[in-house]
């Protein structure tokens, strides 16, 4: 189980993250891009994702993942909180960002990273 402060802890470790009040929801955006949405209320997260691994997740633990829709070759991902451990949001969070990032900007975060870490 993940709380929303321990979402937005995660995603605040991350290079060049903005988030901003969309009313219902809050966005998280690298450089002007999306990358995911917060849902304080329903206590959920939205995340960008390849299709293929939107569609694996979904398939894998349906009671942990929603499909939210796609987009040309991302799939978006809904991840309820309270069902999911840190060390796998962390992952998928940190795989939103690298898909949404400039490529420069993902190298240098990838550099930066601990051996052995993701």
């Known amino acids: ?6 979402f937005l802890e995660i995603v605040e470790g991350l290079p060049e993250v903005r988030l901003s009040d ?9 450089r002007g891009k999306g990358f995911g949405y917060l849902w304080e209320r329903t ?3 939205g995340l960008k994702a390849t299709v293929a691994e939107q569609k694996a997740l979904v398939a894998e633990r349906p ?3 929603e499909e939210q829709f796609t987009a040309g ?5 809904v991840v309820h909180l309270d069902r999911i451990d840190r060390d ?5 969070v940190d795989e ?7 490529r420069q900007l993902v190298a240098a975060h990838e550099a930066a990273r601990p ?3 993701m």
């Open 1 to 6: 189980m993940v709380t929303v402060d321990e």
């Open 22 to 30: 969309g009313g219902e929801w809050t966005s998280l955006k690298v």
């Open 43 to 45: 206590r959920t997260v």
């Open 63 to 65: 009671d942990v993942f």
């Open 73 to 77: 070759r991302f799939g978006w991902v």
């Open 88 to 92: 796998e949001l962390e992952e998928l």
């Open 96 to 102: 939103a960002w690298c898909l949404t990032a400039p």
């Open 115 to 117: 051996l052995g870490k």
